[in-house]
Nanobody
Framework: QVQLVESGGGLVQAGGSLRLSCAAS????????MGWFRQTPGKERDFVAAISGSDSRKSYADSVKGRFTISRDNAKNTLYLQMNSLKPEDTAVYSC???????????????WGQGTQVSVSS
């Protein structure tokens, strides 16, 4: 069982930056592929980025490539999402997720956090 808790969301002006964190419980964090997803009301949850556990391979949605960076600190059981050059369309609830498979694509994760709100004003 893995518990995930996100933090770092907030209100920022367009062009600004935020860093999200996702703290994970358990002793096997390094074995999990971790992902970030986002969702706005009335819309489906969208993939943002993912990072593998063993070799830290990364994958990004086209909409965030070059602006967002996913990383992890296995010693601290923490996942990060550095978001730069934020746009109003990045406004959403951001959630982290974990799964044991090494695939970086798809949204079928085993564990999910509650999410943190990111709001970008124009």
């Amino acid at each position: 069982q893995v518990q995930l808790v996100e933090s770092g969301g907030g209100l920022v002006q367009a062009g600004g930056s935020l860093r999200l964190s996702c703290a994970a419980s358990g002793r096997t964090f390094s074995r999990y592929t971790m992902g970030w997803f986002r969702q706005t009301p009335g819309k489906e949850r969208d993939f943002v980025a993912a990072i593998s556990g063993s070799d830290s391979r990364k994958s990004y949605a086209d909409s965030v490539k070059g602006r967002f960076t996913i990383s992890r600190d296995n010693a601290k059981n923490t996942l990060y999402l550095q978001m730069n050059s934020l746009k109003p369309e990045d406004t959403a609830v951001y959630s982290c997720a974990a799964r044991m498979t090494s695939m970086l694509t798809g949204s079928n994760y085993d564990y999910w956090g509650q999410g943190t709100q990111v709001s970008v004003s124009s």
